[in-house]
């Protein structure tokens, strides 16, 4: 079972920028499509950006031209760069597959955005 661990998250000013982590165990995450997901309060988890495994990104219209996805094949490892982030981005963010066939789910990581 491919295990996920996601790191990054914060405090971050709106406006503000951080960049998230997702490391996988296994090599089997090269062959998988890649997503970052998300789930505020009392909300459902959204998927808001995906990438292929040959590195094509799809987002959702709410993140697009503020999130960047991006994957290190080689590092078993997903990003997810967040810039002018807005009180709307708080959520915890989760990466798992893009795909039918999800993995456990990691813990997440917190993103609060606040002044």
């Known amino acids: 079972q491919v295990q996920l661990v996601e790191s990054g998250g914060g405090l971050v000013q709106p406006g503000g920028s951080l960049r998230l982590s997702c490391a996988a165990s296994?090599?089997?995450?090269?062959?998988?499509?890649m997503g970052w997901y998300r789930q505020a309060p009392g909300k459902q988890r959204e998927l808001v950006a995906g990438i292929t495994s040959g590195g094509t990104a799809n987002y959702v219209d709410s993140v697009k031209g503020r999130f960047t996805i991006s994957r290190d094949n080689a590092k078993n490892t997903v990003y997810l760069q967040m810039n002018n982030l807005k009180s709307e981005d708080t959520a915890v963010y989760y990466c798992?597959?893009?795909?039918?066939?999800?993995?456990?789910w990691g813990q997440g990581t917190q993103v609060t955005v606040s002044s």
């Open positions: 296994g090599s089997i995450f090269r062959i998988y499509a």
């Open positions: 798992n597959t893009d795909s039918r066939v999800l993995w456990r």
